[in-house]
């Protein structure tokens, strides 16, 4: 007669958990100055998602042609010969998300560093997977590295364009003074989760 039942219901705090997805080209046209200036871009980031959320993890994926999840020292300090794939790092950034980091318990924030090279018949590819990408990211951008010194033919700037969402950004770094003026644009297209 007194009999009552209750289930429990669980708690989500959407501002608890944040998993930061560091993207990098790594074929042989990014050599040690363009790795640094990306390094020091993934620290500001890492330091910012800190200071919001109680628990945050990093994910280090590396491309060229294909793309594998590697340790922070691999990813900064290993290099390939080959070409590059773009699509292959998004890809592989989803297929991350979907099997550990749920879009409704992790606050997504993804960055990619590349110098602008692409083979030209991936180039749809990557866009498609990065508009992917944007659906589950509360912020994912584009960084293009290229030193004032350094040689370059190919440009994946003009292509981005074509994805139009409030939180994807893309931002361009020539020298380590373009680093914080890059970073406050990028957090400038942050969203909240809803």
């Given at each position: 007669d007194d009999l009552r039942y209750s289930?429990?219901?669980?708690?989500?705090?959407?501002?608890?958990n944040a998993v930061i997805f560091c993207i990098m080209d790594t074929s042989g046209s990014m050599d040690?100055?363009?790795?640094?200036?990306?390094?020091?871009?993934?620290?500001?980031?890492?330091?910012?998602?800190?200071?919001?959320?109680?628990?945050?993890?990093?994910v280090f994926i590396s491309h060229?042609?294909?793309?594998?999840?590697?340790?922070?020292?691999?990813?900064?300090?290993?290099?390939e010969s080959c070409g590059t794939k773009i699509s292959s790092g998004y890809k592989k950034a989803l297929e991350i998300i979907e099997s550990r980091y749920h879009p409704t318990l992790w606050n997504i924030y993804a960055f990619h560093c590349s110098d602008g090279d692409n083979f030209d018949d991936d180039?749809?590819?990557?866009?498609?997977?990065?508009?992917?990408?944007?659906?589950?990211?509360?912020?994912f951008g584009y960084g293009e590295i290229k030193p004032f010194s350094?040689?370059?033919?190919?440009?994946?700037?003009?292509?981005?364009?074509?994805?139009?969402?409030?939180?994807?950004?893309?931002?361009q770094i020539h020298e380590k003074?373009?680093?914080?003026?890059?970073?406050?644009a990028f957090l400038s297209k942050e969203r909240e989760r809803q």
């Open positions: 289930r429990v219901k669980p708690d989500i705090k959407h501002h608890s040690m100055t363009k790795k640094y200036l990306a390094r020091s871009f993934y620290f500001l980031l890492y330091r910012f998602v800190l200071t919001r959320y109680q628990n945050v993890e990093v060229h042609t294909e793309a594998k999840e590697v340790t922070e020292e691999e990813f900064f300090h290993r290099g180039n749809k590819e990557a866009i498609r997977q990065a508009e992917e990408l944007v659906k589950v990211a509360n912020l350094a040689y370059s033919w190919s440009s994946m700037m003009e292509l981005y364009k074509q994805i139009q969402a409030d939180n994807f950004v893309t931002i003074q373009d680093l914080w003026p890059a970073f406050r």
